[in-house]
């Protein structure tokens, strides 16, 4: 069982935060980043409308060959993304955490604008030490 990487990503599908959790992962630009982020804004947002029982949250899950994405859609729209291990079971409650952390840490921070990328060295720190070193 493996975390391999965050992403927060705003309400308009802009990349606002991302740090890997393991070596081995494809080396991409923060150009790639920011395409992937957008690109899965737009996947969620399709999804959400596909609901056949009316409206749906989007995607939550999207499993690879290797990986799963879990997604946290919170109210304000902004999403939480985790890359792991397929057998990686504790993802729901650790992006859960990961979303208070942003609340206390960036949200609550006087100088922080919101929709822009987080520079916080409370919330680095309270995320190493939820789920681990990692390379920033």
Known sequence: MAIFSLWVINKAGGLVYQRNFADG??????????????????????????????SGSGAQVIEGETFKMTILLTA???????????????ADSVLQRVYEA??????????????????????????????GTGQP
């Open 102 to 131: 942003y609340a206390d840490a960036v949200m609550k921070n006087p100088f922080h604008t919101p929709e822009m990328p987080v520079r916080s060295e409370g919330f680095d720190t309270r995320i190493t030490s939820l789920i």
């Open 76 to 90: 304000t729209g902004t999403k939480f993304v985790l890359l792991t291990s397929l057998a990686e079971a504790t």
């Open 25 to 54: 992962l494809a080396q991409l630009t923060s150009n790639e980043y920011l395409v992937l982020a957008g690109t899965l804004h737009g996947i969620h947002a399709i999804t959400s409308r596909l609901s056949p029982t009316g």
